[in-house]
């Protein structure tokens, strides 16, 4: 604030008084929140799907404050994953104190302090995030394959999420209680990755939509709600008004995902302009599709910007399972479906399984209703397939990918890949006005044949 000296007065100018708040806010707009990312010689982005090292020459996720920035665990020989709490006060990572050792869950405080290990693994444990509960959602690599869990804080009562044949890891916790995983299009067999969904006691696990992209990969939920993911293209978002995806066209190059959204409105992005250089931390901003320089990458990989602060607590649901060994699986029409079938044509589903060599074994099949409904038991925890057939045995499609139930899990469908957004007829399935027994696709001998 100025001030003039008239006639022995002070006078305030305030043209200047505006001006100077004005600069005063900008400058602070300029400085970034409290932070945590991951700093790494080289960063792997997809060696996660074939069960790779995504950091092959070590990690440190660091803590900015201000305008510098600090390990978060320096006696550690590697750290990765920075995960913040409900409350902004803690922090778990995935970390290595030497260079032989596998990779655990730890917590620490954010202001220091020693770090508490969480995990006590066989494998590698990464990739971690709080639930409520007092528990983790997690990744563990065994015997070459990633596969989530849960379990409590203090590492007991872990329990696997994942079934798929493939690699799946999470990326986010979201604010309905989800938890938002990566894993390959087709899951279990695919390529690229892909965003899916799954509830916290393994139940309920879907593509969050199906208008599946190139690739699709670290998805994390931001303050307006939406899932901001990396894919080929550079940014997208799903919006629940909108059951596809919608592209955010920032700046060429290559994103890293795992965005944040700053209070400004801002993106904090990782970024780089090609395979030969390094991801910096970027601030994007939508309306001009401006980057700022956030954090520069010099000669390290910056990645997994995380901001650290309070945030919403996840809704928690408690589980539905029964103590059952199979599940129930209700389809109310096989028609309602992103392809496209004649009225009456589908006849007939079979369900398959892989073996011990990851060869598609059939369980099992059973006949389709006029109005496309079947009702079927399945096994529970173990992958499983559905194909369509036409009344001449024919196959109409079958999937490519895999997906499972869990054991005691009982869950209505409203077709075959027929997205998540969509709702129910309001109308009772033929198959249940027949009979309300599923067919038992389970396994056994006597089951092949169909009812």
């Given at each position: 604030?100025?001030?003039f000296?008239?006639?022995?007065?002070?006078?305030?100018?305030?043209?200047?008084?505006?001006?100077?708040?004005?600069?005063?806010?900008?400058?602070?707009?300029?400085?970034?929140?409290?932070?945590?990312?991951?700093?790494?010689?080289?960063?792997?982005?997809?060696?996660?799907?074939?069960?790779?090292?995504?950091?092959?020459a070590?990690?440190?996720?660091?803590?900015?404050?201000?305008?510098?920035?600090?390990?978060?665990?320096?006696?550690?020989?590697?750290?990765?994953?920075?995960a913040?709490s409900?409350?902004?006060?803690?922090?778990?990572?995935?970390?290595?104190?030497?260079?032989?050792?596998?990779?655990?869950?730890?917590?620490?405080?954010?202001?220091?302090?020693?770090?508490?290990?969480?995990?006590?693994?066989?494998?590698?444990?990464?990739?971690?995030?709080?639930?409520?509960?007092?528990?983790?959602?997690?990744?563990?690599?065994?015997?070459?394959?990633?596969?989530?869990?849960?379990a409590?804080?203090?590492?007991?009562?872990?329990?696997?999420?994942?079934?798929?044949?493939?690699?799946?890891?999470?990326?986010?916790?979201?604010?309905?209680?989800r938890?938002?995983?990566?894993?390959?299009?087709?899951?279990g067999?695919?390529?690229?990755?892909?965003?899916?969904?799954?509830?916290?006691?393994?139940?309920?696990?879907?593509?969050?939509?199906?208008?599946?992209?190139?690739?699709?990969?670290?998805?994390?939920q931001?303050?307006?709600g939406?899932?901001?993911?990396?894919?080929?293209?550079?940014?997208?978002r799903f919006?629940?008004?909108?059951?596809?995806?919608?592209a955010?066209?920032?700046?060429?190059?290559?994103?890293?995902?795992?965005v944040?959204?700053?209070?400004?409105?801002?993106?904090?992005?990782?970024?780089?302009?090609d395979?030969?250089?390094h991801?910096?931390?970027?601030?994007?901003?939508?309306?001009?599709?401006?980057?700022?320089?956030?954090?520069?990458?010099?000669?390290?990989?910056?990645?997994?910007?995380?901001?650290?602060?309070?945030?919403?607590?996840?809704?928690?649901?408690?589980?539905?399972?029964?103590?059952?060994?199979?599940?129930?699986?209700?389809?109310?029409?096989?028609?309602?479906?992103?392809?496209?079938?004649?009225?009456?044509?589908?006849?007939?589903?079979?369900?398959?399984?892989?073996?011990?060599?990851?060869?598609?074994?059939?369980?099992?099949?059973?006949?389709?209703?006029?109005?496309?409904?079947?009702?079927?038991?399945?096994?529970?925890d173990?992958?499983?397939q559905?194909?369509?057939?036409?009344?001449?045995?024919?196959?109409?499609?079958?999937?490519?990918?895999?997906?499972?139930?869990?054991?005691?899990?009982?869950?209505?469908?409203v077709?075959?890949?027929?997205?998540?957004?969509?709702?129910?007829?309001?109308?009772?399935?033929?198959?249940?006005?027949k009979?309300?027994?599923?067919t038992?696709?389970?396994?056994?001998?006597?089951?092949?044949?169909?009812?």
């Amino acid at each position: 604030m100025r001030r003039f000296a008239m006639g022995g007065l002070m006078l305030v100018c305030a043209a200047c008084v505006v001006w100077e708040a004005v600069s005063a806010q900008s400058a602070g707009d300029k400085l970034l929140p409290p932070l945590l990312y991951t700093a790494a010689p080289s960063y792997l982005i997809d060696a996660w799907l074939k069960g790779g090292e995504r950091f092959p020459a070590g990690a440190q996720v660091m803590l900015r404050d201000g305008e510098s920035s600090r390990p978060l665990a320096a006696n550690f020989y590697a750290t990765a994953d920075p995960a913040v709490s409900f409350d902004g006060m803690k922090v778990l990572f995935a970390g290595k104190r030497t260079p032989k050792d596998t990779w655990q869950v730890w917590e620490v405080a954010v202001d220091g302090g020693q770090a508490k290990r969480v995990t006590a693994c066989l494998g590698d444990c990464l990739r971690p995030f709080y639930i409520p509960g007092n528990r983790l959602v997690y990744a563990q690599r065994l015997d070459g394959q990633f596969m989530i869990e849960t379990a409590a804080l203090d590492g007991s009562a872990a329990l696997q999420l994942t079934y798929e044949p493939g690699h799946a890891l999470p990326t986010d916790v979201l604010r309905d209680g989800r938890i938002l995983f990566e894993a390959a299009y087709p899951m279990g067999n695919g390529q690229s990755p892909e965003i899916y969904t799954v509830y916290s006691d393994g139940s309920g696990v879907e593509s969050y939509r199906c208008d599946h992209g190139e690739r699709r990969q670290a998805g994390k939920q931001v303050a307006t709600g939406d899932i901001v993911f990396a894919n080929g293209q550079g940014l997208g978002r799903f919006t629940s008004a909108q059951a596809h995806e919608v592209a955010l066209n920032p700046p060429t190059g290559e994103f890293a995902g795992d965005v944040a959204m700053i209070a400004s409105g801002e993106y904090l992005v990782s970024w780089r302009a090609d395979a030969k250089a390094h991801f910096s931390l970027q601030r994007w901003n939508q309306s001009t599709n401006t980057f700022a320089p956030a954090i520069p990458a010099n000669d390290a990989d910056l990645v997994q910007p995380v901001l650290v602060e309070p945030r919403q607590v996840p809704k928690q649901h408690p589980s539905g399972l029964h103590e059952w060994n199979y599940a129930n699986l209700l389809c109310l029409n096989a028609y309602t479906s992103k392809y496209k079938f004649a009225p009456g044509t589908v006849a007939a589903m079979r369900l398959y399984t892989p073996n011990e060599k990851g060869q598609a074994t059939l369980l099992g099949s059973s006949a389709v209703e006029p109005d496309g409904s079947f009702y079927v038991r399945v096994p529970g925890d173990q992958p499983l397939q559905i194909e369509l057939l036409d009344r001449q045995s024919k196959t109409l499609t079958r999937e490519q990918g895999w997906w499972w139930m869990r054991k005691g899990e009982q869950r209505v469908c409203v077709g075959c890949h027929a997205g998540p957004e969509r709702a129910p007829e309001n109308a009772v399935p033929a198959v249940l006005v027949k009979s309300t027994t599923p067919t038992n696709l389970t396994g056994a001998a006597s089951n092949k044949g169909g009812r």
